[in-house]
């Protein structure tokens, strides 16, 4: 004979209920059933909430009218879809359990409490309305079935509302239990009866144990525990994308996993199977077809080294330490039996090897009472200073990671929490298992998804993911949010998962928890929007979506968004710009700004901030690592001058040539930043304080374009059309220039620690002369690179090469994939 136990989320309809029917016959034909049953979806949790609202004299009749109607319509929908069900008995049931569960509500809230000995009682109602109904719709199939109360069966001990079951007691009550296989049995699950005769019932989430328990008692050939997953992943599936389904897991495997908060399968579950050698099932009542996870002795030969990742929520950590510690003979064994002593279960525990202190983990609910007990109990030691206070920490959370084979692989340590480093999380305390099958770290609660979710993409996923955040939608960003779109399914098949979750421009601030469908009128979203941006903003909804690897991209101008990096930074975001006000502020800035990315560990990638899409600052930063020091440096930075310039050259007046710099997207949102060399001047200071010299912008020798004579006040386009004004001053230096057989550059350069930026005439035999057009060309001399000089040269300017410099250095931001 099989046990099958199907779970509340088996259980949450009719339909659900009629399928759960199907796999019963279809097992009970081959081998004989016996069937345990949860309570239909969520009703233990209504009954838990009923009993805590009528305690506190809260008005619970809304959740009660709730309760009834989810009951009725379950019946209702069977009566409708099944032929022959019949509901008059079962309404009857219902109904009398509906109102003695009021009786008992009316009196908590007389009482102002609910004893737990009633409310197990009350918390095992859904349980028995579950097989009541399953029993019925057997009956309408003409299959022969009979309903095993617990209460007579499961004997127990312990709480009234989490019990231990005596396994070889309960066994011996079976014996009038007909398991020939004739008749399908039905066994509530999650309750049991105590020596006092009274109904309890073995913890939340206990019709596992239950299905475990009957499995011992008739000898089951096999549990086989239905839910709604296909089986026991390596972690959650329904937090971490990704997770692999496992084909097995021992014993010991299962019981860590469970125990450390993989809610598929409750942890108590696993001593009677594992006892009597039953082999345990996890299995899809959603899809049955899927073959399940098989829990016994086997080993996977699949997975052989780390199995899975789970964490618990809700723990609080105290701290028994103090100077009167070390040498204290049976302290440890006292603070545990005051643990004991309370019921109180312990989920971890560590003790530093100088015995000065034990630390470890229970369940936030026990806390107060821990604590009240523990300074009881130490009153003396805490008076006489013996003990520190005892420390208490709140919010925390246990990750764990499991396998049996983690004992013969080296490294898996290191791998963990290097992976913890990257998703930033603090270890507040660390334990591994002395049979090396799980180590476990207590982190802060609200990091516990992120942290998994990291550990679980290093160990187990080629999949990393790059959460970008993009702030700025002019050309650039535009371009780059197109450019993104057209790649993400590339990338995604190159295991990179590229999501834009934010766009924001001065106004409004776009989010999406999904990933922003970048094909499908995110400006539109955006403008309707009724955000803003803000770091805040932003790191909650990080925070909120536990996203791993955030990168904030900005392609705006602005010093205020540029003056944030240091404070993104330090909440968990790359930062990738092409806007040049951050490297170019004060040096005490600057320097502020490699501060946080050394103690942050957050990259600043600034690549396309002197030759758009040309790798500049990467080469120069790779030629200074390795010894080389800059001499003297002439080039041509800006890619909107290359082209006026050129222009020049074929006879276009100054104010022709902007225009259609301008209109081809060459130039700065506001041309004056080109002509006035503002732009330029930046450019030279990041390079220059990337070679190590410590400048200001003020340093900058800069001649403009615009003469200081020349208004270049007002708007873009009142600028734009007072400019012909400069053309004959222009076109006259251009005709001396060319009288010479020379051309004007507009040329930045650095020599002996000065910055220069200005116009130069020069001849055909000169470097610069051929570069126009749009072109930039940079000749780097240094000790190396002399006399010839290291030369990049290329298209300087324009959306589409910046937006992929941009791109490039996001896909830098990636995670170290380790090993
Ligand atoms: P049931 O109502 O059938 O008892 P539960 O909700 O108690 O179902 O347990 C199933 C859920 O356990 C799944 O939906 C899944 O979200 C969760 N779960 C947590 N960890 C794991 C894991 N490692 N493998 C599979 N499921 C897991
Ligand atoms: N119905 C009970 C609960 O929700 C037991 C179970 O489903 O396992 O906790
Ligand atoms: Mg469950």
Request: proline share 3%; charged share 20%.
């Amino acid at each position: 004979m099989k046990v099958l136990k199907f779970g509340g989320s088996s259980l949450a309809d009719a339909e659900r209920y009629l399928r759960v029917k199907d796999i019963t016959m279809a097992c009970h034909t081959e081998s004989g059933a016996a069937i345990v049953l949860s309570a239909p979806k969520g009703v233990t949790n209504a009954l838990s909430l009923l009993c805590d609202e009528a305690a506190s004299g809260k008005d619970y009749g809304e959740l009660f009218a709730k309760l009834n109607m989810v009951l009725f319509g379950i019946l209702d929908d069977l009566q409708t879809n099944l032929p022959n069900f019949k509901s008059a008995n079962l309404a009857e049931f219902i109904q009398n359990t509906l109102n003695e569960l009021n009786q008992h509500l009316e009196g908590f809230a007389l009482l102002r409490c609910a004893p737990e000995q009633v409310v197990a009682k009350i918390l095992s109602i859904g349980e028995y309305v579950s097989v009541n109904i399953f029993s019925e719709i057997l009956n309408a199939v003409g299959q022969e079935n009979s309903i095993i109360d617990p209460v007579g069966h499961i004997i127990a001990e312990g709480e009234y509302l989490d019990s231990i079951c005596d396994v070889s007691a309960s066994k011996a009550r079976f014996e009038d239990v007909d398991s020939s296989g004739k008749q399908v049995l039905i066994m509530p699950g999650f309750v049991a009866v105590n020596e006092a005769g009274e109904k309890v019932t073995l913890g939340r989430n206990g019709s596992d144990y239950s299905a475990a328990i009957l499995a011992a008692c008739i000898d089951a050939e096999c549990c086989e525990i239905w839910t709604d997953v296909d089986g026991v992943y390596n972690a959650d599936p329904n937090q971490v994308e990704g997770a692999v389904l496992l084909d097995k897991l021992t014993y010991q495997e299962a019981m860590e996993l469970s125990y450390f908060g993989a809610k598929v399968l409750h942890p108590k579950t696993i001593g009677p199977i594992a006892q009597h050698h039953i082999p345990c099932l996890i299995r899809n009542t959603l899809n049955p077809a899927a073959p399940g996870t098989l829990i016994s002795n086997e080993a996977s030969t699949k997975w052989t080294s780390v199995k899975g990742i789970s964490h618990l929520d809700d723990m609080t950590m105290f701290n028994v330490a103090g100077p009167g510690m070390k040498g204290m003979v049976g302290m440890a064994s006292r603070v545990f039996e005051v643990m004991s002593n309370a019921n109180i279960s312990i989920s971890l525990i560590t003790q530093s090897s100088s015995e000065y202190s034990i630390s470890f983990c229970i369940h936030s609910k026990d806390a107060g009472r821990a604590q009240d007990l523990l300074e009881d109990s130490f009153a003396l030691e805490l008076s006489n200073h013996l003990l520190d206070p005892i420390e208490v920490r709140h919010d925390l959370a246990i990750v764990t990671l499991v396998g049996d084979g983690m004992r013969h692989s080296k490294g898996l340590a290191a791998k963990f929490f290097s992976s913890l480093s990257q998703a930033r999380v603090n270890n507040v305390a660390i334990a591994q298992g002395s049979s090396e099958r799980s180590i476990s770290t207590v982190i802060e609660a609200n990091k516990a998804k992120k942290a998994v979710k990291i550990v679980h993409q290093n160990f187990f996923s080629s999949l990393h993911s790059i959460d970008a955040f993009l702030v700025g939608c002019g050309t650039v960003g535009k371009e780059f949010l197109g450019q993104v779109a057209r790649q993400q399914a590339a990338l995604l098949e190159r295991n990179i998962k590229l999501n834009v979750y934010g766009i924001a421009n001065s106004k409004k601030l776009l989010l999406d928890q999904n990933g922003i469908d970048l094909n499908n009128g995110w400006d539109q979203a955006l403008q309707q929007s009724d955000k803003t941006l803000s770091v805040e903003t932003l790191k909650d909804f990080v925070h909120a979506n536990s996203l791993v690897n955030p990168v904030l991209i900005d392609c705006t101008s602005s010093t205020v968004i540029a003056e944030q990096y240091p404070d993104m930074m330090e909440n968990g975001f790359h930062v990738v710009t092409p806007n040049k006000k951050a490297n170019t502020a004060s040096t005490e800035f600057y320097q502020l700004l490699r501060d946080t990315v050394q103690t942050t560990n957050r990259q600043f990638l600034y690549e396309t901030t002197v030759g758009a899409g040309l790798p500049v600052i990467e080469n120069l930063q790779k030629l200074f690592y390795a010894g080389d020091e800059l001499t003297k440096f002439e080039g041509i930075l800006s890619g909107s001058l290359s082209f006026v310039f050129g222009k020049l050259d074929e006879g276009l007046s100054l104010s022709e040539a902007t225009n259609i710099a301008k209109q081809n997207g060459f130039t700065e949102p506001d041309p004056r930043d080109d002509l006035s060399g503002m732009d330029v001047a930046r450019k030279l200071l990041i390079m220059a304080r990337e070679a190590g010299l410590t400048l200001e912008l003020d340093d900058i020798q800069i001649e403009s374009v615009l003469p200081g004579s020349f208004d270049a006040s007002g708007s873009i386009d009142e600028f734009m059309a007072k400019l012909p004004e400069l053309d004959s001053l222009v076109a006259q230096r251009i005709e001396a220039a060319k009288q010479e057989g020379k051309v004007l550059r507009y040329v930045g350069s650095i020599n002996q620690g000065k910055c220069v930026v200005n116009i130069q005439a020069v001849n055909d035999k000169h470097p610069l002369y051929p570069v126009k057009d749009g072109e930039n060309a940079l000749a780097i001399h240094s000790h190396y690179y002399q006399p010839i000089p290291y030369v990049i040269r290329g298209y300087g300017a324009g959306a589409a090469v910046t937006a992929a410099g941009v791109f490039a250095d996001v896909m830098r931001t990636m995670p170290w994939k380790q090993s």
